[in-house]
């Protein structure tokens, strides 16, 4: 481990070099990717060099229980050779942990679209639930979530809400919702009180920069028309909103959240190239598919990952075979037990293939 970790922090040192050299910024793809590289690798050499120091206060420690005949400062040798070793055993794991292969996309913001599935209105109005949990876990987590396009149900709730969510590492914590979620109730509009089964989809997708992905704008076909949700004087009297079709792929996007026609296009035009990274993901997922499937994340959006079982109060994660007897909580935006349990399941499996 000492030795990646010295080769860790020659690299550290010498990215710091080429990220201040005056033609750093000429190519900023590659300085983009310099930035992330620089501030993955300073964390891990802060933490090497906490290593290295209780390393040294141990060895200092040992010296002088060593050599002093004082049974005093024996004692107290004692008591900080104990609590060095426990730092040195912590930071270790802590080490061991962030040395593990990272997604490259962890730290970028997210598009995260939910659409209703089968189970009618009822579909709807479990899609709109699941659209305020995210919206509370986002406020708990002290992220900002907007809202880009939406239209809803006839009896509540969303058929398709679609939203950016932008903070400190969003994907990290949100990549693992992505898939079927499926929801086990008697609905509002059940008269003999039976329990029915509903589904929603959830995806999650990474943000990327125009960097990333190269869109040829004579690829995509742009519509205009009249925006239909909350927008003031603006709604159904100025072509705000924005369709965008990319003709190659026959992928669409709408926006009409903002009351600028050029807003829109730039939120749409965020989604498109965000959906055409997800296929060049998937498509490099299928060919590591054949070698490894993930339990954890396998990306596929057709999966059933998760229930909400409301006459048992429960919610089962079926990846990791995890539940938890706290659903109000869970549907509140507490989601932070099942979002630990599957980070520490996905780096189990690094480790495993470490």
Known sequence: MIDKLEAIKDRFEEVSQLIVQPDAMSDMKNYSKLSKEYKDLNKIVNKYQEYQEANANLKSAKEVLDTEKDSGFRQMAKEEIEIQQ??????????????????????????????????????????????????????QQRWSLTILDLTEGSSGGYKEIISTVSGEDVYARLKFESGVHRVQRVPATETQGRVHTSAASVAVLPEVEDVEVDIDMNEIRKDTYCSSGPGGQSVNTTYSAVRLTHIPTGLVVTCQDQKSQIKNFEKALQVLRSRLYEIELAKQNEEIGAQRRSMVKSG??????????????????????????????????DLNDLTERLRIAENSEKLAEE
Request: glycine share 6%.
């Open 86 to 139: 426990n730092k040195k055993k912590t930071l270790e794991d802590e080490i061991k942990e962030m040395l593990i292969p990272k997604d490259p996309n962890d730290s970028k913001n997210v598009i995260l679209e939910i659409r209703a599935g089968t189970g009618g209105d009822e579909a709807a109005i479990f899609a709109g639930d699941l659209f305020r949990m995210y919206q509370r876990y986002a406020e």
């Open 300 to 333: 596929d959006r057709s999966e059933k990952i998760r229930t909400y079982n409301y006459p048992q109060g429960r919610v089962t994660d079926h990846r990791i075979n995890y539940s938890i007897y706290n659903l109000s909580a869970v549907i509140d935006g």
